[in-house]
Protein backbone atom coordinates (compact mmCIF):
# COMPACT_ATOMS: atom_id res chain seq x y z
CA UNK A 1 0.00 0.00 0.00
CA UNK A 2 2.03 2.96 -1.17
CA UNK A 3 -0.14 5.80 -0.36
CA UNK A 4 3.09 8.26 -0.44
CA UNK A 5 2.85 8.23 -4.10
CA UNK A 6 1.05 10.50 -5.76
CA UNK A 7 -1.08 8.01 -8.08
CA UNK A 8 -4.85 7.57 -7.34
CA UNK A 9 -5.16 4.24 -5.87
CA UNK A 10 -9.20 3.94 -6.47
CA UNK A 11 -11.32 4.38 -9.24
CA UNK A 12 -12.18 8.44 -9.64
CA UNK A 13 -16.17 8.62 -8.49
CA UNK A 14 -15.92 12.42 -10.60
CA UNK A 15 -15.75 9.36 -13.43
CA UNK A 16 -19.19 8.21 -13.28
CA UNK A 17 -21.22 10.54 -15.45
CA UNK A 18 -19.35 13.24 -17.81
CA UNK A 19 -22.59 15.75 -17.90
CA UNK A 20 -23.30 15.57 -14.10
CA UNK A 21 -24.10 19.24 -12.87
CA UNK A 22 -24.32 20.68 -9.87
CA UNK A 23 -24.87 24.80 -9.31
CA UNK A 24 -22.57 25.80 -6.10
CA UNK A 25 -24.46 28.73 -4.41
CA UNK A 26 -21.94 29.82 -1.72
CA UNK A 27 -20.36 32.91 -1.74
CA UNK A 28 -18.64 32.55 1.37
CA UNK A 29 -16.75 28.85 2.70
CA UNK A 30 -17.41 28.98 6.48
CA UNK A 31 -17.88 25.34 8.28
CA UNK A 32 -18.63 22.21 7.27
CA UNK A 33 -21.39 21.40 9.15
CA UNK A 34 -24.12 23.15 6.61
CA UNK A 35 -22.75 21.46 3.70
CA UNK A 36 -25.17 19.12 2.29
CA UNK A 37 -23.89 15.87 0.70
CA UNK A 38 -24.14 16.91 -3.02
CA UNK A 39 -22.31 20.38 -1.75
CA UNK A 40 -19.63 18.09 -0.41
CA UNK A 41 -18.76 15.64 -3.19
CA UNK A 42 -18.99 18.50 -5.51
CA UNK A 43 -16.23 20.19 -3.88
CA UNK A 44 -14.27 17.24 -4.40
CA UNK A 45 -15.18 16.50 -7.57
CA UNK A 46 -14.17 19.95 -8.43
CA UNK A 47 -10.61 19.72 -6.25
CA UNK A 48 -10.44 16.27 -8.36
CA UNK A 49 -10.11 18.55 -11.48
CA UNK A 50 -7.56 20.74 -10.07
CA UNK A 51 -5.23 18.40 -9.22
CA UNK A 52 -3.21 17.96 -12.04
CA UNK A 53 -2.70 21.64 -12.59
CA UNK A 54 0.40 20.97 -10.30
CA UNK A 55 1.36 17.91 -12.20
CA UNK A 56 2.38 20.29 -15.20
CA UNK A 57 4.79 22.10 -16.60
CA UNK A 58 3.35 25.84 -16.18
CA UNK A 59 1.13 25.02 -12.94
CA UNK A 60 -1.65 27.93 -13.87
CA UNK A 61 -4.88 28.30 -15.27
CA UNK A 62 -6.31 32.11 -15.83
CA UNK A 63 -9.36 31.41 -13.68
CA UNK A 64 -8.95 34.02 -10.82
CA UNK A 65 -6.56 36.45 -13.30
CA UNK A 66 -7.80 39.86 -12.26
CA UNK A 67 -8.91 38.77 -8.70
CA UNK A 68 -7.66 39.62 -5.72
CA UNK A 69 -7.24 37.53 -2.73
CA UNK A 70 -6.33 38.32 1.00
CA UNK A 71 -4.65 36.10 3.45
CA UNK A 72 -5.95 37.65 6.83
CA UNK A 73 -4.20 35.76 9.21
CA UNK A 74 -4.78 36.76 12.61
CA UNK A 75 -3.00 33.47 13.90
CA UNK A 76 0.58 31.74 12.92
CA UNK A 77 0.31 29.36 10.46
CA UNK A 78 2.91 29.01 7.83
CA UNK A 79 1.32 25.70 6.40
CA UNK A 80 -2.18 27.07 5.66
CA UNK A 81 -0.91 30.22 4.55
CA UNK A 82 1.60 29.36 2.33
CA UNK A 83 -0.99 26.63 0.45
CA UNK A 84 -3.64 29.31 0.15
CA UNK A 85 -1.34 31.45 -1.28
CA UNK A 86 0.12 29.21 -3.65
CA UNK A 87 -3.29 27.83 -4.59
CA UNK A 88 -4.59 31.76 -5.07
CA UNK A 89 -1.27 31.72 -7.59
CA UNK A 90 -2.11 29.03 -9.02
CA UNK A 91 -5.56 30.45 -10.33
CA UNK A 92 -3.40 33.85 -11.56
CA UNK A 93 -5.31 35.64 -8.43
CA UNK A 94 -3.10 38.27 -6.61
CA UNK A 95 -2.34 37.63 -3.28
CA UNK A 96 -2.30 39.70 -0.28
CA UNK A 97 -0.84 38.74 2.53
CA UNK A 98 -1.75 40.49 6.18
CA UNK A 99 -0.64 38.89 8.97
CA UNK A 100 -1.19 40.26 12.71
CA UNK A 101 1.98 40.90 14.10
CA UNK A 102 3.37 43.26 11.24
CA UNK A 103 -0.34 45.47 11.02
CA UNK A 104 -2.26 47.11 12.29
CA UNK A 105 -3.96 45.20 14.40
CA UNK A 106 -1.04 45.48 16.58
CA UNK A 107 -1.84 49.17 16.82
CA UNK A 108 -5.35 48.51 17.92
CA UNK A 109 -7.54 48.52 14.60
CA UNK A 110 -10.42 46.15 14.91
CA UNK A 111 -11.45 43.55 12.79
CA UNK A 112 -13.97 45.30 11.20
CA UNK A 113 -12.04 47.92 10.29
CA UNK A 114 -9.21 46.10 8.98
CA UNK A 115 -11.34 44.16 6.66
CA UNK A 116 -13.23 46.89 5.44
CA UNK A 117 -10.16 48.68 4.55
CA UNK A 118 -8.94 46.25 2.73
CA UNK A 119 -12.33 45.27 1.34
CA UNK A 120 -11.98 49.82 0.02
CA UNK A 121 -9.03 48.51 -2.37
CA UNK A 122 -11.04 46.10 -3.84
CA UNK A 123 -10.67 42.72 -2.80
CA UNK A 124 -12.50 39.34 -3.77
CA UNK A 125 -11.80 36.66 -1.52
CA UNK A 126 -10.59 36.93 1.94
CA UNK A 127 -8.77 33.75 3.87
CA UNK A 128 -9.28 34.10 7.60
CA UNK A 129 -7.62 32.87 10.35
CA UNK A 130 -9.02 33.84 14.22
CA UNK A 131 -8.18 32.75 16.85
CA UNK A 132 -12.02 33.12 18.16
CA UNK A 133 -14.48 31.28 16.55
CA UNK A 134 -16.98 32.78 14.25
CA UNK A 135 -15.16 35.49 13.28
CA UNK A 136 -15.31 34.05 9.74
CA UNK A 137 -19.02 34.50 10.14
CA UNK A 138 -19.01 37.87 11.49
CA UNK A 139 -16.84 38.65 8.62
CA UNK A 140 -19.27 38.02 6.17
CA UNK A 141 -21.65 41.14 8.13
CA UNK A 142 -19.03 43.28 7.57
CA UNK A 143 -17.83 43.17 3.95
CA UNK A 144 -19.11 42.19 0.79
CA UNK A 145 -16.27 40.38 -0.51
CA UNK A 146 -16.45 35.95 -0.39
CA UNK A 147 -14.53 34.68 3.41
CA UNK A 148 -12.96 31.43 3.52
CA UNK A 149 -12.18 29.68 7.03
CA UNK A 150 -8.39 28.95 7.33
CA UNK A 151 -9.25 27.90 10.91
CA UNK A 152 -11.69 29.79 13.55
CA UNK A 153 -10.29 29.05 17.34
CA UNK A 154 -11.79 25.41 18.05
CA UNK A 155 -14.90 26.17 15.60
CA UNK A 156 -14.10 25.18 12.25
CA UNK A 157 -11.26 24.81 9.55
CA UNK A 158 -13.30 23.51 6.80
CA UNK A 159 -10.78 23.04 3.72
CA UNK A 160 -8.86 20.72 6.40
CA UNK A 161 -11.59 18.63 6.48
CA UNK A 162 -11.94 18.76 2.57
CA UNK A 163 -8.62 17.80 1.99
CA UNK A 164 -9.01 15.26 4.97
CA UNK A 165 -12.41 13.47 3.01
CA UNK A 166 -10.69 14.32 -0.46
CA UNK A 167 -7.30 12.14 0.68
CA UNK A 168 -9.76 9.40 1.89
CA UNK A 169 -12.13 8.94 -0.73
CA UNK A 170 -8.91 9.21 -3.63
CA UNK A 171 -7.38 6.11 -2.14
CA UNK A 172 -10.91 4.12 -1.45
CA UNK A 173 -13.60 5.57 -3.52
CA UNK A 174 -16.41 5.77 -1.19
CA UNK A 175 -16.54 7.56 2.46
CA UNK A 176 -20.22 6.08 3.24
CA UNK A 177 -19.44 2.92 5.91
CA UNK A 178 -16.19 3.60 6.52
CA UNK A 179 -14.41 3.47 10.04
CA UNK A 180 -12.27 6.70 10.94
CA UNK A 181 -10.75 7.34 14.06
CA UNK A 182 -9.53 10.80 15.05
CA UNK A 183 -7.09 10.78 18.13
CA UNK A 184 -6.19 13.50 20.90
CA UNK A 185 -6.56 17.06 21.63
CA UNK A 186 -10.17 16.32 20.34
CA UNK A 187 -11.31 19.42 23.08
CA UNK A 188 -9.40 21.80 21.46
CA UNK A 189 -9.52 20.81 17.57
CA UNK A 190 -10.82 22.87 14.70
CA UNK A 191 -9.26 20.19 12.36
CA UNK A 192 -11.40 17.38 14.54
CA UNK A 193 -14.87 18.98 14.14
CA UNK A 194 -15.02 19.95 10.42
CA UNK A 195 -13.89 16.24 10.19
CA UNK A 196 -16.96 15.21 12.22
CA UNK A 197 -19.02 16.82 9.82
CA UNK A 198 -17.92 16.32 6.43
CA UNK A 199 -17.20 12.29 7.63
CA UNK A 200 -20.65 11.93 9.04
CA UNK A 201 -22.87 14.00 6.07
CA UNK A 202 -21.23 11.38 3.26
CA UNK A 203 -21.82 8.36 5.60
CA UNK A 204 -18.97 7.58 7.59
CA UNK A 205 -18.24 6.07 11.01
CA UNK A 206 -16.39 8.31 13.25
CA UNK A 207 -14.88 7.35 16.58
CA UNK A 208 -13.24 10.19 18.78
CA UNK A 209 -9.82 8.85 20.63
CA UNK A 210 -8.07 10.67 23.53
CA UNK A 211 -7.94 11.08 26.96
CA UNK A 212 -11.00 11.96 28.97
CA UNK A 213 -9.75 15.20 30.10
CA UNK A 214 -9.36 16.43 26.00
CA UNK A 215 -12.52 15.73 25.17
CA UNK A 216 -15.16 18.38 24.60
CA UNK A 217 -18.22 18.00 27.44
CA UNK A 218 -20.86 18.37 24.42
CA UNK A 219 -19.13 15.29 22.73
CA UNK A 220 -22.41 13.36 23.02
CA UNK A 221 -24.00 16.08 20.95
CA UNK A 222 -21.65 15.08 18.16
CA UNK A 223 -22.71 12.23 15.65
CA UNK A 224 -19.62 9.88 17.03
CA UNK A 225 -18.79 7.31 19.05
CA UNK A 226 -16.57 8.01 22.30
CA UNK A 227 -13.15 5.80 23.13
CA UNK A 228 -10.85 6.16 25.63
CA UNK A 229 -8.87 3.07 24.79
CA UNK A 230 -7.02 3.63 21.56
CA UNK A 231 -5.85 -0.26 21.64
CA UNK A 232 -9.63 -1.76 21.48
CA UNK A 233 -11.20 -0.22 18.34
CA UNK A 234 -7.62 0.00 16.07
CA UNK A 235 -8.09 -3.19 14.30
CA UNK A 236 -11.47 -1.74 13.17
CA UNK A 237 -10.55 1.10 12.21
CA UNK A 238 -10.19 2.16 8.44
CA UNK A 239 -8.61 5.48 8.72
CA UNK A 240 -7.05 6.92 11.88
CA UNK A 241 -6.54 10.61 11.97
CA UNK A 242 -4.02 11.33 14.65
CA UNK A 243 -4.39 15.39 16.22
CA UNK A 244 -1.54 17.07 17.14
CA UNK A 245 -0.43 17.52 20.56
CA UNK A 246 0.14 21.02 21.57
CA UNK A 247 3.80 20.89 24.13
CA UNK A 248 1.84 23.91 26.53
CA UNK A 249 -0.31 21.11 27.58
CA UNK A 250 2.17 18.55 28.42
CA UNK A 251 2.95 18.79 32.38
CA UNK A 252 -0.54 20.22 32.91
CA UNK A 253 -2.98 18.56 34.46
CA UNK A 254 -4.45 17.36 30.99
CA UNK A 255 -1.03 15.28 29.99
CA UNK A 256 1.00 14.52 32.72
CA UNK A 257 3.89 13.28 30.55
CA UNK A 258 4.77 12.61 26.88
CA UNK A 259 5.69 8.90 27.54
CA UNK A 260 2.33 8.44 29.45
CA UNK A 261 0.06 9.97 26.26
CA UNK A 262 2.49 8.18 23.43
CA UNK A 263 2.07 5.43 25.53
CA UNK A 264 -1.52 5.69 25.69
CA UNK A 265 -2.82 7.35 22.66
CA UNK A 266 0.40 7.40 20.17
CA UNK A 267 0.52 5.91 17.03
CA UNK A 268 3.60 2.93 17.68
CA UNK A 269 4.76 1.33 15.95
CA UNK A 270 3.26 -1.43 18.28
CA UNK A 271 -0.21 -0.52 18.03
CA UNK A 272 0.05 -0.63 14.01
CA UNK A 273 0.91 -4.02 14.42
CA UNK A 274 -3.08 -4.34 15.42
CA UNK A 275 -4.12 -2.14 12.80
CA UNK A 276 -5.97 -3.61 9.01
CA UNK A 277 -3.04 -3.96 6.49
CA UNK A 278 -4.28 -1.03 4.71
CA UNK A 279 -5.44 1.73 7.56
CA UNK A 280 -4.78 5.00 6.38
CA UNK A 281 -2.57 6.84 8.78
CA UNK A 282 -3.45 10.90 8.37
CA UNK A 283 -1.60 13.50 10.36
CA UNK A 284 -3.09 17.46 9.92
CA UNK A 285 0.73 18.47 10.52
CA UNK A 286 3.04 19.61 11.60
CA UNK A 287 4.24 16.69 13.30
CA UNK A 288 5.37 15.89 16.95
CA UNK A 289 7.69 12.81 16.27
CA UNK A 290 7.57 10.35 19.10
CA UNK A 291 4.87 11.66 20.54
CA UNK A 292 1.85 11.58 19.31
CA UNK A 293 3.17 9.50 15.85
CA UNK A 294 6.22 7.40 15.66
CA UNK A 295 8.59 8.52 13.20
CA UNK A 296 8.47 4.90 11.79
CA UNK A 297 4.83 5.72 11.16
CA UNK A 298 4.64 9.00 9.80
CA UNK A 299 7.02 7.76 6.74
CA UNK A 300 5.99 4.55 6.75
CA UNK A 301 3.69 3.14 3.82
CA UNK A 302 0.24 3.91 5.48
CA UNK A 303 0.92 7.56 5.93
CA UNK A 304 -0.52 10.09 3.47
CA UNK A 305 0.65 12.79 5.43
CA UNK A 306 2.43 13.86 2.45
CA UNK A 307 -0.10 13.39 0.42
CA UNK A 308 -2.62 15.69 2.31
CA UNK A 309 -0.06 18.79 1.71
CA UNK A 310 -0.74 17.96 -1.98
CA UNK A 311 -4.74 17.73 -1.69
CA UNK A 312 -4.55 20.74 0.34
CA UNK A 313 -3.40 22.91 -2.70
CA UNK A 314 -6.28 21.23 -4.87
CA UNK A 315 -8.68 21.37 -2.20
CA UNK A 316 -8.05 25.29 -1.73
CA UNK A 317 -7.99 26.07 -5.38
CA UNK A 318 -11.33 24.39 -5.68
CA UNK A 319 -12.79 26.33 -3.15
CA UNK A 320 -11.36 29.73 -4.30
CA UNK A 321 -13.07 29.10 -7.46
CA UNK A 322 -16.48 27.79 -6.22
CA UNK A 323 -17.13 30.67 -4.03
CA UNK A 324 -15.49 33.37 -6.60
CA UNK A 325 -18.31 31.42 -9.44
CA UNK A 326 -21.12 31.95 -7.00
CA UNK A 327 -20.11 35.17 -5.94
CA UNK A 328 -19.60 36.34 -9.68
CA UNK A 329 -22.24 34.25 -11.54
CA UNK A 330 -25.45 34.13 -9.99
CA UNK A 331 -27.82 36.76 -9.25
CA UNK A 332 -28.27 36.21 -5.58
CA UNK A 333 -26.03 33.98 -3.72
CA UNK A 334 -26.43 32.42 -0.67
CA UNK A 335 -24.42 34.27 1.76
CA UNK A 336 -26.90 33.52 4.80
CA UNK A 337 -25.05 31.39 7.05
CA UNK A 338 -25.30 29.99 10.67
CA UNK A 339 -22.71 30.76 12.89
CA UNK B 1 -36.17 20.32 -34.02
CA UNK B 2 -34.75 19.16 -36.95
CA UNK B 3 -32.44 16.07 -37.64
CA UNK B 4 -29.52 17.30 -39.42
CA UNK B 5 -27.19 14.06 -39.21
CA UNK B 6 -28.76 10.25 -38.09
CA UNK B 7 -26.24 8.25 -36.38
CA UNK B 8 -25.16 6.47 -40.09
CA UNK B 9 -24.15 10.16 -41.43
CA UNK B 10 -22.70 10.76 -38.07
CA UNK B 11 -19.95 7.41 -38.77
CA UNK B 12 -19.81 8.43 -42.24
CA UNK B 13 -18.59 11.79 -41.38
CA UNK B 14 -16.03 10.12 -38.80
CA UNK B 15 -14.71 8.05 -41.43
CA UNK B 16 -14.06 10.84 -43.51
CA UNK B 17 -12.56 12.84 -40.82
CA UNK B 18 -9.69 10.49 -40.05
CA UNK B 19 -9.08 10.15 -43.88
CA UNK B 20 -8.27 13.73 -44.11
CA UNK B 21 -6.33 13.61 -40.48
CA UNK B 22 -4.34 10.82 -41.86
CA UNK B 23 -3.62 12.09 -45.08
CA UNK B 24 -2.58 15.56 -44.07
CA UNK B 25 -0.15 13.84 -41.66
CA UNK B 26 3.23 13.25 -43.11
CA UNK B 27 4.69 9.36 -42.27
CA UNK B 28 6.53 8.98 -39.03
CA UNK B 29 4.58 12.16 -37.90
CA UNK B 30 3.97 11.83 -33.73
CA UNK B 31 0.76 12.23 -34.16
CA UNK B 32 -2.09 12.79 -30.94
CA UNK B 33 -5.86 13.33 -30.63
CA UNK B 34 -7.23 15.83 -27.78
CA UNK B 35 -10.77 15.98 -27.21
CA UNK B 36 -12.43 18.96 -26.02
CA UNK B 37 -14.61 18.13 -22.95
CA UNK B 38 -17.01 16.27 -23.57
CA UNK B 39 -18.44 15.50 -26.36
CA UNK B 40 -15.54 16.33 -28.03
CA UNK B 41 -13.53 13.84 -26.12
CA UNK B 42 -16.06 10.97 -27.26
CA UNK B 43 -15.20 11.87 -31.10
CA UNK B 44 -11.38 11.83 -30.45
CA UNK B 45 -11.86 8.36 -28.37
CA UNK B 46 -13.62 7.10 -32.03
CA UNK B 47 -11.51 8.83 -34.61
CA UNK B 48 -8.45 6.99 -32.71
CA UNK B 49 -10.25 3.50 -32.78
CA UNK B 50 -10.75 4.78 -36.49
CA UNK B 51 -6.86 5.86 -37.14
CA UNK B 52 -5.45 3.76 -35.44
CA UNK B 53 -6.78 0.35 -37.26
CA UNK B 54 -6.05 2.07 -40.20
CA UNK B 55 -2.25 3.05 -39.68
CA UNK B 56 -1.92 -0.29 -37.58
CA UNK B 57 -0.38 1.49 -34.84
CA UNK B 58 -1.36 3.14 -31.53
CA UNK B 59 -2.43 6.60 -31.49
CA UNK B 60 -2.28 8.87 -28.39
CA UNK B 61 -5.28 10.54 -27.59
CA UNK B 62 -6.31 12.94 -24.81
CA UNK B 63 -8.86 14.83 -22.83
CA UNK B 64 -8.73 18.09 -22.28
CA UNK B 65 -11.06 20.31 -20.42
CA UNK B 66 -11.16 23.95 -21.11
CA UNK B 67 -13.03 24.98 -18.27
CA UNK B 68 -10.68 27.18 -16.58
CA UNK B 69 -9.81 29.02 -19.86
CA UNK B 70 -13.32 29.66 -20.66
CA UNK B 71 -13.39 33.76 -21.38
CA UNK B 72 -16.88 33.92 -19.55
CA UNK B 73 -16.01 32.61 -16.43
CA UNK B 74 -17.25 35.39 -14.69
CA UNK B 75 -20.29 36.32 -16.69
CA UNK B 76 -23.75 35.33 -15.31
CA UNK B 77 -25.10 32.44 -16.80
CA UNK B 78 -27.85 30.23 -16.34
CA UNK B 79 -25.49 26.95 -15.39
CA UNK B 80 -22.05 26.53 -13.62
CA UNK B 81 -19.30 24.46 -15.61
CA UNK B 82 -18.14 21.98 -13.60
CA UNK B 83 -14.29 21.41 -13.57
CA UNK B 84 -13.32 18.04 -14.29
CA UNK B 85 -9.74 16.66 -14.55
CA UNK B 86 -7.54 17.02 -17.81
CA UNK B 87 -6.20 14.10 -18.92
CA UNK B 88 -3.33 13.80 -20.94
CA UNK B 89 -0.86 10.71 -20.02
CA UNK B 90 1.64 11.94 -22.85
CA UNK B 91 4.29 14.72 -23.47
CA UNK B 92 2.86 17.19 -25.82
CA UNK B 93 6.11 18.55 -26.86
CA UNK B 94 6.99 18.81 -30.70
CA UNK B 95 3.92 16.36 -31.14
CA UNK B 96 1.17 16.83 -34.26
CA UNK B 97 -1.99 17.49 -31.85
CA UNK B 98 -5.45 17.51 -33.61
CA UNK B 99 -7.88 19.15 -31.31
CA UNK B 100 -11.62 17.72 -31.63
CA UNK B 101 -14.31 19.35 -30.75
CA UNK B 102 -18.04 18.33 -31.66
CA UNK B 103 -19.39 21.81 -32.91
CA UNK B 104 -17.33 24.67 -34.05
CA UNK B 105 -19.90 28.07 -33.39
CA UNK B 106 -18.09 31.10 -31.87
CA UNK B 107 -14.90 30.01 -31.63
CA UNK B 108 -14.39 30.82 -28.26
CA UNK B 109 -14.29 27.13 -27.01
CA UNK B 110 -11.50 26.35 -29.35
CA UNK B 111 -9.47 29.94 -28.50
CA UNK B 112 -9.66 28.47 -24.86
CA UNK B 113 -8.65 24.92 -25.71
CA UNK B 114 -5.23 26.41 -27.07
CA UNK B 115 -4.74 28.65 -24.52
CA UNK B 116 -4.85 25.53 -22.49
CA UNK B 117 -2.60 23.46 -24.57
CA UNK B 118 -0.10 25.48 -24.54
CA UNK B 119 0.04 25.54 -21.12
CA UNK B 120 0.70 21.76 -21.22
CA UNK B 121 3.83 22.11 -23.66
CA UNK B 122 4.77 23.34 -26.92
CA UNK B 123 3.24 20.83 -29.66
CA UNK B 124 4.94 20.89 -33.43
CA UNK B 125 1.57 21.67 -34.46
CA UNK B 126 -1.64 22.31 -33.47
CA UNK B 127 -4.98 21.30 -35.86
CA UNK B 128 -8.98 21.75 -35.15
CA UNK B 129 -10.97 18.77 -36.56
CA UNK B 130 -14.55 19.24 -35.71
CA UNK B 131 -17.57 17.19 -36.59
CA UNK B 132 -19.67 19.77 -37.47
CA UNK B 133 -19.27 23.70 -38.24
CA UNK B 134 -22.05 25.70 -38.03
CA UNK B 135 -20.39 29.37 -38.44
CA UNK B 136 -21.48 32.44 -36.26
CA UNK B 137 -17.73 33.20 -35.50
CA UNK B 138 -16.80 35.32 -32.83
CA UNK B 139 -13.09 35.03 -32.93
CA UNK B 140 -10.85 34.22 -36.21
CA UNK B 141 -10.43 30.75 -35.84
CA UNK B 142 -11.30 28.20 -38.15
CA UNK B 143 -11.14 23.78 -38.15
CA UNK B 144 -8.50 22.10 -40.64
CA UNK B 145 -10.60 19.11 -40.89
CA UNK B 146 -14.46 19.69 -40.92
CA UNK B 147 -17.05 16.92 -41.07
CA UNK B 148 -19.88 18.59 -42.55
CA UNK B 149 -20.92 22.68 -42.87
CA UNK B 150 -24.31 23.22 -41.70
CA UNK B 151 -25.99 27.06 -42.16
CA UNK B 152 -28.14 27.79 -39.14
CA UNK B 153 -29.98 30.81 -38.04
CA UNK B 154 -28.00 32.23 -34.87
CA UNK B 155 -31.46 31.74 -32.76
CA UNK B 156 -31.08 28.11 -33.34
CA UNK B 157 -28.19 25.45 -31.68
CA UNK B 158 -26.87 22.77 -33.45
CA UNK B 159 -26.49 20.14 -30.49
CA UNK B 160 -24.74 16.88 -30.98
CA UNK B 161 -25.62 13.40 -29.23
CA UNK B 162 -24.19 10.73 -29.20
CA UNK B 163 -25.03 7.11 -27.48
CA UNK B 164 -22.27 7.02 -25.18
CA UNK B 165 -23.76 10.31 -22.88
CA UNK B 166 -27.14 10.77 -24.35
CA UNK B 167 -28.77 7.56 -25.04
CA UNK B 168 -29.58 8.75 -28.99
CA UNK B 169 -27.32 9.30 -31.50
CA UNK B 170 -27.93 12.19 -34.23
CA UNK B 171 -27.21 16.06 -34.67
CA UNK B 172 -29.88 17.99 -34.61
CA UNK B 173 -30.88 21.66 -35.22
CA UNK B 174 -33.13 22.93 -32.01
Redesign the interface.
Known sequence: MPYRDTEKIAP?P?DRS???????RRKHLLNLRELSREELL?VL??A?????ISR???K????LRGKVVVNLFFEDSTRTRNSFTLAASR?SADVLEFTAKSSSISKGETLRDTARNLEAMGIDIVVVRHNAGGAPHFLTKCIDASVINAGDGYHEHPTQGLLDIFTIRELRGEISGLKVAIVGDIAHSRVARSNIWGLHTLGAEVYLVGPPTLMPAAVKELPVKVCYDFDSIISDMDVVNMLRIQFERIGSQVIPSVREYSRLFGLTVDRMKRAKKDVIVMHPGPLNRGLEIESEVADGPNSTILRQVTNGLAVRM?VL?LV??AA????SPQSETNP | MQVILDSKAIAVLLEKLADEIIKAAPPQTPLALIGIRSRGEIIAQRLQKIIQSRLNQPVDQGTLDITLYRDDLNQPRHHQPNVRPTEIDFDIDDRLIVLVDDVLNTGRSARAALDALIDYGRPLAIRLAVLVDRGQRELPISADYIGKVVEAPKNQRVNVYLNEVDNREEVVLE
Open positions: NAPERKFTWHDTEGFKERSIKAPALAFNQTTLP
